[in-house]
T-cell receptor, first 111, second 112 residues
Framework: TQLLEQSPQFLSIQEGENLTVYCNSSSVFSSLQWYRQEPGEGPVLLVTVVTGGEVKKLKRLTFQFGDARKDSSLHITAAQPGDTGLYLCAGDVVGNEKLTFGTGTRLTIIP | DAGVIQSPRHEVTEMGQEVTLRCKPISGHNSLFWYRQTMMRGLELLIYFNNNVPIDDSGMPEDRFSAKMPNASFSTLKIQPSEPRDSAVYFC??????????FGQGTRLTVV
């Protein structure tokens, strides 16, 4: 079983601040995804990273895949209240589309 | 596209009753996943299908849980008999086979 640990578990910051959340595992993944989930809704895919060291940007969000493809980070610049939600990372291994989800980071941005 | 459609959105039932959750995947998607989400355990994969065939059901907690996919546009997850510890939000997700999952809005199940 591939275990994905996310940190921090909870994060509450003021609007305009920067933050980074982490997703770590001892397993190697062929790809890693980040999802955001809002209350009462299902997770929504934000990005997929597939190459070790890969960096992808989505407006104020920057995603990085670790060189060894075991970990990832999500950095948000100038956080806004609309960024509030549960952030989940998920990984899959080669030849298996079964996704293993991380433990989640619950982010609250205070106006 | 309407996305993944789940029904019902909420279900409250008494312990011992049978519960059936339904899912319609995105048209053209060939894989379907059932997940359960709780505060304690997060998002857990229960079972997934590829081309209507169950591929991995190792996450199904026990024999009280069963899932079917009779055709490419419909799947059910059944719990019989239900127990209070089954209370959770159940999600269905579908993919085109590339692991980019599209989730439904979930069914919030409460067993009293």
């Amino acid at each position: 079983t591939q275990l994905l640990e996310q940190s921090p578990q909870f994060l509450s910051i003021q609007e305009g601040e920067n933050l980074t959340v982490y997703c770590n595992s001892s397993s190697v993944f062929s790809s890693l995804q980040w999802y955001r989930q809002e209350p009462g809704e299902g997770p929504v895919l934000l990005v997929t990273v597939v190459t070790g060291g890969e960096v992808k940007k989505l407006k104020r969000l920057t995603f990085q895949f670790g060189d060894a493809r075991k970990d990832s980070s999500l950095h948000i610049t100038a956080a806004q209240p609309g960024d509030t939600g549960l952030y989940l990372c998920a990984g899959d291994v080669v030849g298996n589309e079964k996704l293993t989800f991380g433990t989640g980071t619950r982010l609250t941005i205070i106006p | 596209d309407a996305g993944v459609i789940q029904s019902p959105r909420h279900e409250v039932t008494e312990m011992g009753q049978e519960v059936t959750l339904r899912c319609k995947p995105i048209s053209g998607h060939n894989s379907l996943f059932w997940y359960r989400q709780t505060m304690m355990r997060g998002l857990e994969l229960l079972i997934y299908f590829n081309n209507n065939v169950p591929i991995d059901d190792s996450g199904m907690p026990e024999d009280r849980f069963s899932a079917k996919m009779p055709n490419a546009s419909f799947s059910t997850l059944k719990i019989q008999p239900s127990e209070p510890r089954d209370s959770a939000v159940y999600f269905c997700a579908s993919t085109l086979g590339d692991s980019r999952a599209f989730f439904g809005q979930g069914t919030r199940l409460t067993v009293v």
